[in-house]
């Protein structure tokens, strides 16, 4: 795992120097790959199905968990690493309660998706993302602005725990 | 809506009486159309996404809502009613913590999918369910077996609560 780690912080020093050596400023053809996804996926909301969650506590978000074909094919074939070319989207909604269900089931039961909050993206590209495992992270707010380089600093860490699945949190529901 | 219910009771009545003078017993190709579905649609896993759903208390059920290509495309317009053909899944399961997550962010926060518990259709057929207000309505058992008459009955009271929405409680996430 450490000579992981080193190899990881080797490969991503070569590279930066490598980016800091060749840059032109002015020439955006030549900027280095970006860190993170900062465009937001085309055509996601139309992606079939992976799973629901619900974040209680301070997060207070309920959402759903959507793959490309790539991604999908992979989730129901059990393939680990996830091919290049898979987009895993969560999105995620304030976890609001719904006074209208609620009024006709005679309880206070039902909690549906509020206000959307954000959207994120894992895109995986073993080459272009190889600092971060293979899989560019991305989180766009509800009005669609990509999150800034420090915003997105934890990801990587945090979804490296996941290493047995790929970095991947979410499971298929049947 | 007290002339609505009585003309759906005569249509009904005069349905039964109907089936009862024209049914030879043995002949399924005579038998009347079933009440509510029984036969699960084909491919629902592949639908679009709707929205999500947590319902606490007894049910503490976390699940999805998907929708076929006809039911997707009037959700987008706001179509009301909806047409002939869609048709919207339900899937639920148990509204389990994920302790693996929970571990990871080190909170007891993360509630995703347990075990299936039951899937519900609802599949608009204005003449075949002329009777309930144009849907069929199915639920079927995690081993896919349909419910029967007795538990089906209160879908249709329930859902005739929500008449400005043709009878359907999801509400699209966009």
Not at 60 to 71: E, F, P, R, T
Not at 151 to 168: G, I, N, S, T, Y
Request: aromatic share 12%; proline share 9%; net charge neutral.
């Amino acid at each position: 795992m450490r000579q992981i780690v080193f190899w990881l912080t080797v490969v991503a020093a070569v590279a930066g120097v490598v980016a800091s050596t060749t840059l032109t400023p002015g020439r955006a053809d030549e900027q280095p790959a970006p860190a993170y996804v900062t465009t937001m996926p085309e055509g996601y909301r139309d992606w079939r199905w992976i799973s629901s969650a619900h974040e209680a506590g301070s997060l207070n978000s309920l959402g759903a968990v959507l793959g490309n074909d790539v991604a999908i094919k992979a989730y129901r074939e059990g393939t680990i690493p996830y091919p290049d070319g898979s987009i895993i989207a969560a999105l995620h909604y304030v976890h609001a309660p719904n006074a209208e269900n609620n009024k006709i089931f005679g309880r206070p039961q039902s909690f549906t998706p509020g206000p959307p909050t954000n959207i994120q993206f894992m895109v995986k590209d073993s080459v272009k993302y190889a600092a971060t495992g293979g899989w560019g992270f991305g989180h766009f707010s509800a009005d669609g602005k990509p999150a800034n380089a420090a915003f997105m600093k934890p990801c990587f860490p945090c979804h490296a725990q996941e290493k047995a699945h790929d970095l991947v949190f979410t499971r298929y529901a049947p």
